[in-house]
DNA sequence: CGCGGCTTTGATGTTCATCAAGTAAAGTGG
DNA sequence: CCACTTTACTTGATGAACATCAAAGCCGCG
């Protein structure tokens, strides 16, 4: 846990256009920075909602837990993007969790701060309506894309996904288990496996433990199409 | 196509706490109630965003339209609520359509004096921003308490909504058709019509074509608890 | 080294979609 | 208001998609 030195912090020039430097300096001066390791918890379900978090630099997962011990991932989380959603302003305690997926840094800013902020400045509370609305927008239409798919239409989502929105590379080592695939497309460990395998042996992708080498975008890209 | 009557308006009384009498007034004095008959649309998608809607009274269901004509149910909408939801505003186009399954009236308030006031009325866009993020909140966790179920635990989940959340009552008429449960739960018509068979063939519910009674809580609850 | 979690494959059974066909209900035009 | 068309509802039969169970190899980590 430490400050940040804000003279070349990304915030500065990306988080929000309508604030004041006298603003931007405050929050900068009292904002704190946190690291975490791959598997860490950033947030537990449950947690009393004290900070407005971004994350700086990583991979996360927002996640539920169940009540038989079984995880739906929300969606994922990369630099620049908020992990403070949802319900954040008007609840008093998390309903998700948050896990490093790689080694990550976030930035934690005071939600007082932020309400305080808000409540002065109109611009920047539209702002923050903006991006809080697009980021909800996006999960809830990403969920339904992934529910029209059949297994295999959601594999070659997932995996189009990552390809174009996190690694913008037909190559790249996958940040995340098998499990993890299953818990975010809502089907069985083993099915997701089945289904990179057949992938595989079509000679669609290649595969190397967790590196996945996308081999042939079109047929990937007219599974996730058509299943 | 109305001027509608304010001086009743639960606009006024429930729609923001942080905004000036003059300021509510002025948006009263010109905002415009449209009515709409069952199965009309309020909304398509595709449609350029103009007006911010919320439902004055009856019920509608927002969706998607997807290629091969079918559609994904998002969310039911019931009085008071807003229906323009995700990036109203930071979008040009709606990315969803709403079309009402009941009678219905909304009231439509330029988007441009929405935009005004939140930008002048930091307090009065923080009160916006957090109804905007409850309601992403309710339909992403609702959507996620969809899909962990079966099918017999969905048709069970669907029928305690609407008797919780919308009757108040463990017999009323359902709005909608067999055909729009199976597009909200995600399962086919024939399917959601076979679990309604079977809660009535085990004395869970009566079925009088539309009208459903809830005769044992308990048990449906059960099922729709663990399936 | 050994433990636990992740990965993989196979066998089996359940759940669900699809197809088909018929009845009921609701809207439409003469 | 009736014939007509369409849409909703229902049931059954069948097969495909997917979950579950089981077992074994792999890998990383203390």
Redesign the pocket.
Same mark, same amino acid.
């Given at each position: 846990m430490e400050k940040c030195n804000c003279s070349n912090c990304e915030l500065k020039a990306m988080f929000f256009e309508n604030i004041s430097k006298d603003d931007i300096n405050s929050i900068c001066s009292r904002k704190i920075e946190k690291s975490f390791d791959k598997g860490d918890y950033i947030l537990s379900q449950g947690d009393e909602i004290m900070d407005f978090l971004y994350l700086k630099s990583g991979l996360v997962k927002l996640f539920i837990h169940n009540e038989n011990d079984k995880e739906q991932i929300i969606a994922f989380a990369k630099p620049f993007d908020f992990l403070s959603i949802l319900s954040v302003f008007s609840g008093k305690y998390y309903s998700y969790s948050i896990k490093a997926i790689e080694k990550s840094v976030t930035c934690n800013i005071k939600m007082e701060e932020i309400r305080k902020l808000a409540a002065e400045n109109g611009a920047f509370s539209f702002d923050l309506l903006q991006r809080m609305s697009l980021i909800s927008d996006k999960i809830i239409l990403e969920s339904l894309e992934i529910r029209k798919? @059949? !297994? =295999? +239409?959601?594999v070659a989502y997932i995996l189009l996904f990552f390809k174009n929105h996190i690694y913008q590379a037909a190559e790249f080592e !996958?940040p #995340?288990?098998? =499990?993890?695939?299953?818990e975010y497309i +809502?089907?069985?460990?083993? @099915?997701? #496996?089945?289904? !990179?395998?057949e992938f595989r042996k079509d000679n669609i992708i290649k #595969?190397y +433990? =967790?590196v996945i080498e996308i081999t042939d975008i079109k047929r990937l890209e007219s599974i996730s199409k058509h299943?």
């Open positions: 798919r @059949n !297994l =295999k +239409g959601r !996958l #995340i288990s098998r =499990k993890e695939i299953a +809502g089907m069985t460990t083993e @099915n997701v #496996i089945r289904a !990179l395998t #595969i +433990g =967790k299943g």
